[in-house]
């Protein structure tokens, strides 16, 4: 049963102007650092990126807050988007601990990785909140990208595909009988829909006209959109 909605596994959003092309630059820089040190161990993976994949959101919804408070200002929604993008993430985390089991020398790297990210973060979003969230979807291509080629490792038997842990069934609304490939695929779902957030609050930064941002239909069905 495939629980995940569909999406768009091409996206990809070409760089215009410095600030696109320094995030893009960015990400491609860490998806090779990522790819050196982690290889084909995608559980792995997954552990130590998203740590650092649930700072943005906390991070652009705690700056937004203060800057809608001093300009006596709605945030058209934006905090309570970042703040779910922010569980969301934290609860991948949360699912992939139940799968594998970080080493010691791999939560080391998640105290120093998370701190240093989340230093740069914030002083990038206070710098350029545009090249920030341009930053977040660049990054959100890469997970997208690295979720398929976890369930290419699934499907052709190179990595076990174990019973969903009961913290994902009960997140996602999963059977008592999902698989870990299930839950890949829901988690890719996430990711597929903070890129296109994140590329859209980019583009309305920008001044231009932002795709519509959907919710989280397939496990939060009560959030609406951003407003106005």
């Given at each position: 049963m495939n629980?995940?909605?569909?999406?768009?596994?091409?996206?990809?959003?070409?760089p215009h102007g410095g600030s696109d092309r320094f995030a893009l630059a960015a990400t491609r820089l860490l998806r090779f650092i990522a790819d050196t040190f982690f290889a084909k161990r995608y559980g792995h993976r997954a552990?130590?990126?998203e740590t650092v994949a649930a700072v943005p959101g906390m991070v652009g919804a705690t700056l937004t807050?203060?800057?809608?408070?001093?300009?006596?200002?709605?945030d058209r929604g934006w905090i309570r988007i970042l703040m779910e993008e922010a569980?969301?993430?934290?609860?991948h985390l949360m699912t992939f601990?139940?799968?594998c089991?970080?080493?010691?020398?791999?939560?080391?790297v998640v105290l120093v990785v998370q701190w240093l990210f989340y230093l740069g973060f914030f002083a990038l979003y206070l710098l350029s909140p545009k090249t920030a969230h341009r930053l977040v979807g660049y990054f959100e291509e890469e997970a997208v990208i690295s979720y398929t080629h976890y369930l290419a490792e699934i499907d052709a038997g190179r990595s076990a595909n174990v019973p969903a842990p009961a913290i994902a069934r009960r997140y996602w609304g999963l059977s008592d009988n999902a698989t870990l490939r299930d839950v890949i695929?829901?988690?890719?779902a996430d990711e597929a829909h903070?890129?296109?957030?994140?590329?859209?609050?980019?583009?309305d930064l920008g001044g231009k006209s932002p795709s519509a941002i959907a919710p989280y239909p397939w496990h939060a069905p009560e959030l609406d959109g951003p407003a106005g």
């Open positions: 629980y995940a909605p569909e999406i768009d596994l091409s996206i990809h959003h070409p552990i130590v990126l807050h203060l800057r809608c408070l001093r300009q006596m200002k709605p569980e969301n993430e934290r609860m601990l139940e799968v089991k970080p080493t010691l020398f791999e939560r080391l695929l829901v988690v890719r903070h890129r296109d957030v994140n590329h859209s609050f980019a583009a």
